[in-house]
């Protein structure tokens, strides 16, 4: 159970931190999100590492 919530709080953080770093609009930034979650939902990684929702 430990393992579980340590891997969801760094991915939360990755995704919170992508999401504030990366140099782009708000609308890309949103697009991007939406693509990498559907891409990561599919085959379980993004592969875009960086990036937001990701």
Do not use: E, I
Request: net charge positive; aromatic share 12%.
């Amino acid at each position: 159970m430990w393992r579980f919530l340590h891997l969801t709080r760094v991915h939360t953080r990755n995704f919170f931190t992508n999401w504030s770093t990366y140099d782009a609009p708000v609308s890309t930034k949103l697009r991007l999100t939406a693509t990498n979650r559907l891409r990561a939902l599919r085959t379980g990684c993004c592969g875009n590492h960086g990036q937001p929702g990701c």
